[in-house]
């Protein structure tokens, strides 16, 4: 399968922020091998470092999409959660703000056991199948499924555990990396200067809190999960019904 990606400007990374980093004396010793310098004291991000582990990520994202599988958006830092969510939304990958779960790795079944239980209320309260129950009632049902989707709107259609997590802040999400290290799930992430990222399969240096930032490296990884997605090989049975059509 031929990967195509989209094109990394060193410029529109500098245009949008990806080199800023941290204060000096807040910088993570690992980080040294991406770092180019410091500049008013703020450690500046080495962007030909950053174009090379982004064409790696995107090279891994594009691949396992396109294998089928689902990469799983985290974040819970504020700022970000309304591009992470926007993202997984425009590309119809799972997500997780707000908060993490704990557990919805390492117990899955249990986790998913609740989601398909709030889809099923919310279900039919949408269909108003719950006329039997009085007002009061309904609004206890109806409260809990508010309550249910600002947990676990973004992973309603995770069926299986996805083939990777893209992480947006390693220090805030450490356990949704935890877990998935626990389970051997790959995890992409963003990297900034303050952070170990070691921590992570696929390291993408860059400033982690800039909104600019954030939506340069986000609107790559939306488009390679487009092209992706478009590419997905049909399962065997399909492939197989369609070459018998084709024979008759």
Do not use: C
């Amino acid at each position: 399968m031929v990967n195509t990606r989209p094109t990394i400007s060193l410029e529109d990374m500098a245009k949008a922020g990806v080199h800023f980093g941290h204060h000096t004396s807040k910088w993570h010793p690992r980080m040294k091998e991406y770092i180019y310098g410091s500049r008013n004291s703020i450690h500046i991000i080495d962007l030909n470092t950053t174009k090379e582990k982004l064409e790696v990520a995107l090279d891994f994202i594009s691949e396992t999409v396109a294998s089928g599988k689902d990469i799983l958006f985290v974040s819970t830092k504020k700022q970000a959660i309304p591009i992470v969510k926007s993202i997984a939304e425009e590309t119809g990958m799972p997500y997780m703000v707000r908060r993490w779960v704990g557990g919805i790795f390492t117990n899955f079944k249990a986790i998913n056991k609740r989601v398909k239980q709030l889809v099923v209320l919310e279900e039919k309260l949408e269909a108003n199948e719950l006329k039997a129950y009085t007002k009061k009632e309904r609004k206890v049902f109806g409260d809990k499924v508010e309550k249910g989707n600002k947990i676990f709107a973004g992973v309603k259609d995770l069926k299986t555990l996805p083939g990777a997590i893209f992480v947006q802040d390693i220090m805030k999400d450490a356990l949704a990396i935890k877990e998935a290290q626990d389970l051997n799930i790959p995890v992409i992430a963003l990297a900034d200067t303050n952070v170990n990222p070691e921590l992570v399969n696929y390291v993408i240096p860059a400033n982690d809190d800039a909104i600019s930032s954030i939506q340069y490296i986000y609107g790559l990884v939306a488009q390679v999960i487009v092209d992706a997605k478009a590419k997905r090989v049909a399962p065997a049975k399909e492939v197989t019904e369609s070459k018998t059509t084709n024979k008759e």
